[in-house]
């Protein structure tokens, strides 16, 4: 079974700080573009969220398309210098543990799909001391592919071309279970993010915390075809 987790919202909680201000400081440096205002964020990719911002401080769609893999790097390098040294108290209630059992398990991997740049995702969770459940070259981020729906393809493909009936999305925002429908994929949502339980009905079922994520999931490998 391969299980794929967002991050943000789901598996660290405001741990976005600094990767918010990398982004804002990678936008400067590489567009000029200092924008003051606010954009939609949760669930989105970071190139999604750039490109809103950059579009509000006055860079073209074109000139940001022709700086976007400078940003991309910029943006790395900006939370690298940024990122504190731990993140380990930003972990989601529940999310140890649950990763932790999950990884004595033989018949489960577990992956990624986030709107965040992999190299910012790999670094977050490191920092927050799980870096380790989840392996390199697979996942899917927001540095390959600008839409959220592209993704859960792109670790399935990782994955050595996953079934889609043994893929499980799990994340806490809307746009994650619209990713996870726009695949054929069965998804459960977190309600530790922003949006409340009612918010993420479009999920096949839904989760306070990690704790009783890991009885929906428990459940959900006993369903799952061998």
């Given at each position: 079974m391969?299980?794929?987790?967002?991050?943000?919202?789901?598996?660290?909680?405001?741990?976005?700080?600094?990767?918010?201000?990398?982004?804002?400081?990678?936008?400067?440096?590489?567009?000029?573009?200092?924008?003051?205002?606010?954009?939609?964020?949760?669930?989105?990719?970071?190139?999604?969220?750039?490109?809103?911002?950059?579009?509000?401080?006055?860079?073209?769609?074109?000139?940001?398309?022709?700086?976007?893999?400078?940003?991309?790097?910029?943006?790395?390098?900006?939370?690298?210098?940024?990122?504190?040294?731990?993140?380990?108290?930003?972990?989601?209630?529940?999310?140890?543990?649950l990763l932790d059992a999950l990884g004595a398990q033989r018949q489960v991997r577990c992956s990624l799909v986030t709107g965040n740049y992999e190299a910012v995702a790999r670094l977050k969770l490191e920092r927050a001391g799980i870096g380790g459940h989840f392996e390199p070259g697979q996942g899917g981020f927001g540095s390959d592919s600008e839409h959220r729906d592209d993704l859960p393809p792109i670790a399935r493909e990782r994955a050595g071309g996953q079934p889609r009936e043994r893929t499980l999305v799990i994340g806490d925002t809307p746009l994650?279970?619209?990713?996870?429908?726009?695949?054929?994929?069965?998804?459960?949502?977190?309600?530790?993010?922003?949006?409340?339980?009612?918010?993420?009905?479009?999920?096949?079922?839904?989760?306070?915390?990690?704790?009783?994520l890991a009885g929906l999931l428990e459940r959900e490998l006993e369903r799952s075809p061998r």
């Open positions: 391969l299980l794929l987790f967002d991050i943000d919202g789901t598996l660290l909680l405001r741990a976005s700080v600094e990767h918010a201000a990398a982004l804002r400081e990678a936008l400067e440096a590489v567009y000029g573009a200092a924008p003051r205002e606010r954009v939609s964020a949760a669930g989105r990719t970071d190139t999604a969220i750039a490109r809103d911002l950059a579009l509000l401080g006055g860079v073209s769609p074109q000139r940001f398309d022709a700086g976007l893999a400078e940003f991309t790097a910029a943006c790395a390098q900006a939370f690298a210098r940024r990122c504190p040294a731990s993140l380990g108290e930003l972990v989601a209630p529940g999310m140890v543990e994650d279970i619209a990713c996870a429908r726009a695949d054929g994929l069965r998804v459960i949502a977190v309600a530790t993010g922003i949006y409340a339980a009612p918010e993420l009905a479009g999920a096949d079922a839904v989760a306070a915390d990690g704790f009783e």
